[in-house]
């Protein structure tokens, strides 16, 4: 089915542990998006990708890493996780920057 | 930082009443983005209004904007228990590529 995956949808794990997040999409979008929501926050973005190879910065990057080799799939890692990562993650794809955004149910992370 | 700032940040309203929501925002824009987000679900896009429109509608949704005033506005009319969700604006300025939300209303709808 078409649409935009994540997974997993909940994980528990510890600080100082690296974890990775994932995201696929079925719409061939260029634009893939990462983000981060948390109480009196709204969402804040993490990283953003404007096609494959290409990944810029938003708001809240650090402690992240995120790579896209593939269109379909981008990748969020934690590499060494602290309790301030402690959050509910969406990721969403568009077809360009200034169009609507797709997004996914989201990873509730939890870091203890 | 938030570029959209919603009003009232929670509206408890009987169904059939009429809901409105106000969103203020910083500087230029290109398009602003309404959203919607169930309880433990991802956001859903709503309605898209470009800067050089003042108002749209959609079914039972009419979105309002004041680039004058940097606010929109979206109602929703006759609401329904349904409606229960967060609702989110986003703009997006000329300059950049990317979405940037503000805080969100909660809607609560009773039946």
């Known amino acids: 089915d078409a649409g935009i995956t994540q997974s997993p949808r909940y994980k528990i794990t510890e600080t100082g542990r690296q974890v990775t997040l994932m995201c696929h999409q079925t719409?061939?979008?260029?634009?893939m998006f990462w983000y981060r929501q948390d109480l009196g926050h709204g969402l804040r973005l993490i990283y953003y990708s404007a096609a494959a190879d290409i990944t810029d910065k938003g708001e809240v990057p650090d402690g992240y890493v995120v790579s896209r080799s593939k269109t379909e799939n981008f990748p969020l890692t934690l590499e060494s996780a602290t309790r301030s990562q402690t959050s509910v993650y969406f990721c969403?794809?568009?077809?360009?920057?200034?169009?609507?955004?797709?997004f996914g149910d989201g990873t509730r992370l939890s870091i203890l | 930082s938030q570029q959209g700032e919603e009003d009232p940040q929670a509206l408890s309203i009987q169904e059939g009443e009429n809901a409105t929501m106000n969103c203020s925002y910083k500087t230029s824009i290109n398009n602003l983005q309404w959203y919607r987000q169930n309880s433990g679900r991802g956001l859903v896009h709503l309605i898209l209004?470009?800067?050089?429109?003042r108002e749209k509608h959609s079914g039972r949704l009419r979105v309002t904007l004041d680039t004058s005033k940097k606010s929109s506005s979206l109602l929703i009319t006759a609401s329904r228990a349904a409606d229960t969700a967060s609702y989110f604006c986003a703009t997006v300025s000329y300059n950049t590529d990317k979405l940037i939300f503000g805080t969100g209303t909660r809607l609560q709808v009773f039946p």
């Open positions: 969403a794809s568009s077809e360009s920057g200034f169009q609507p955004q797709h």
């Open positions: 719409w061939s979008h260029s634009y």
């Open positions: 209004i470009r800067s050089n429109e």
